[in-house]
T-cell receptor
Framework: GEDVEQSLFLSVREGDSSVINCTYT??????LYWYKQEPGAGLQLLTY?????DMKQDQRLTVLLNKKDKHLSLRIADTQTGDSAIYFC????????????FGAGTRLAVHP | KAGVTQTPRYLIKTRGQQVTLSCSPI?????VSWYQQTPGQGLQFLFE???????NKGNFPGRFSGRQFSNSRSEMNVSTLELGDSALYLC???????????FGQGTRLTVV
């Protein structure tokens, strides 16, 4: 079946790196996504990775994909207070067109 | 380029009523998907439309329906509202299949 799991909370000090982890079950997923949600807002697409890639870097964001273990991670370098939000991992469901399966979200708290 | 526009942003309805939510996609995007977000169930896929056809549907009762117009704008309708329908309803639009999905700010529906 389709399932995406994430840890629920992460607390980091400002300036440190944050690593948010995610596991998924659908080995045929073509795309894997990271979204950010701030209070009262919709979902902001941060980055995505094709399933045939191992890594993608975009400024302070680094996505690592271990397809064998079905493990996805998002690293945020030099974490700032503005990064405090909920981060969602999502996989595209194979054959499901644009159907995304989301994890429960990881709440990132950045403290001074 | 304008983003995904959802209207209205907030709604309060009474049990038993019906409601219609609207989503205007990014120009050129032909796929519109709808999601329900609640604290208990997280983000759940409702349905997806492409070129006015529903291509995929999630596990929601028949009270939840949608449609897409020739200009790709989409509406979703919930009839006979229940308290449990209180949620943030998000729409996401994509240019094609299994590509990036961009979300609107959502419509927060409260059923009293």
């Amino acid at each position: 079946g389709e399932d995406v799991e994430q840890s629920l909370f992460l607390s980091v000090r400002e300036g440190d790196s944050s690593v948010i982890n995610c596991t998924y079950t659908d080995s045929s997923s073509t795309y894997l996504y990271w979204y950010k949600q701030e209070p009262g807002a919709g979902l902001q697409l941060l980055t995505y990775i094709f399933s045939n890639m191992d890594m993608k870097q975009d400024q302070r964001l680094t996505v690592l994909l271990n397809k064998k273990d079905k493990h996805l991670s998002l690293r945020i370098a030099d974490t700032q207070t503005g990064d405090s939000a909920i981060y969602f991992c999502a996989e595209s469901s194979h054959g499901g067109y644009n159907k995304l399966i989301f994890g429960a979200g990881t709440r990132l708290a950045v403290h001074p | 380029k304008a983003g995904v526009t959802q209207t209205p942003r907030y709604l309060i309805k009474t049990r038993g009523q019906q409601v219609t939510l609207s989503c205007s996609p990014i120009s050129g995007h032909r796929s519109v998907s709808w999601y329900q977000q609640t604290p208990g169930q997280g983000l759940q896929f409702l349905f997806e439309y492409f070129s006015e056809t529903q291509r995929n549907k999630g596990n929601f009762p028949g009270r939840f329906s949608g449609r897409q117009f020739s200009n790709s704008r989409s509406e979703m309708n919930v009839s006979t509202l229940e308290l449990g329908d209180s949620a943030l309803y998000l729409c996401a639009t994509s240019p094609g299949e299994n590509t990036e999905a961009f979300f609107g700010q959502g419509t927060r529906l409260t059923v009293v």
